[in-house]
T-cell receptor, first 112, second 112 residues
């Protein structure tokens, strides 16, 4: 079953606000990926993380690989209308084959 | 954009009929994945491949089979489609462990 817990499931914010979301697991991961999906499209990669403690930015987006390797965080600063969409975390487990497991997604809605 | 193409993009089929979805890549990536996306469930792994003729099951593999006879193509077959297999199906490709995964545009399948 699902091994990643992503929260919150949905967010309703005002334009200009900062956004935070996270994924947690009881398992250890050695790769974390964050994606954004817009209606009718496939997920698009935002940020990739490969080392515990790593902090990586992509414009107004910042993501961190948790030091315990069991969690990851995504922050969006100064949100704008085009940030609307569903954000997914994905992780590769340290053990086993090359599977990627996904969180259930965070749906972001922005009020202008 | 990653060279990944899914076909067909939309399909309506009747219960009990066989259906094959195709994923084609031009990146020569080793790993290919099939996911299904349903409301409230995020992306769930059906099957994946780690090389030609090398495949393994994901978390929701019942009722699905796959084949990979060459690097660029990964086929997903529903032997006898059921209404519970109505979903959006995404293919993803990945060059190796600890690398990013890139998604196709998706196939919307409706089983009536």
């Amino acid at each position: 079953g699902q091994q990643l817990n992503q929260s919150p499931q949905s967010m309703f914010i005002q334009e200009g606000e900062d956004v935070s979301m996270n994924c947690t697991s009881s398992s250890i991961f050695n790769t974390w990926l964050w994606y954004k999906q817009e209606p009718g499209e496939g997920p698009v990669l935002l940020i990739a993380l490969y080392k515990a403690g790593e902090l990586t930015s992509n414009g107004r987006l910042t993501a961190q690989f948790g030091i315990t390797r069991k969690d990851s965080f995504l922050n969006i600063s100064a949100s704008i209308p085009s940030d609307v969409g569903i954000y997914f975390c994905a992780g590769q487990l340290s053990q086993g084959a090359q599977k990627l497991v996904f969180g259930q997604g965070t749906r972001l809605t922005i009020n202008p | 954009d990653a060279g990944i193409t899914q076909s067909p993009r939309h399909k309506v089929t009747e219960t009990g009929t066989p259906v094959t979805l195709r994923c084609h890549q031009t990146e020569n990536h080793r790993y290919m994945y099939w996911y299904r996306q349903d409301p409230g469930h995020g992306l769930r792994l059906i099957h994946y491949s780690y090389g030609v003729k090398d495949t393994d099951k994901g978390e929701v593999s019942d009722g699905y089979s796959v084949s990979r006879s060459k690097t660029e193509d990964f086929l997903l077959t529903l032997e006898s489609a059921t209404s519970s297999q109505t979903s959006v199906y995404f293919c993803a490709i990945r060059g190796g462990s600890n690398t990013e995964a890139f998604f196709g545009q998706g196939t919307r399948l409706t089983v009536v």
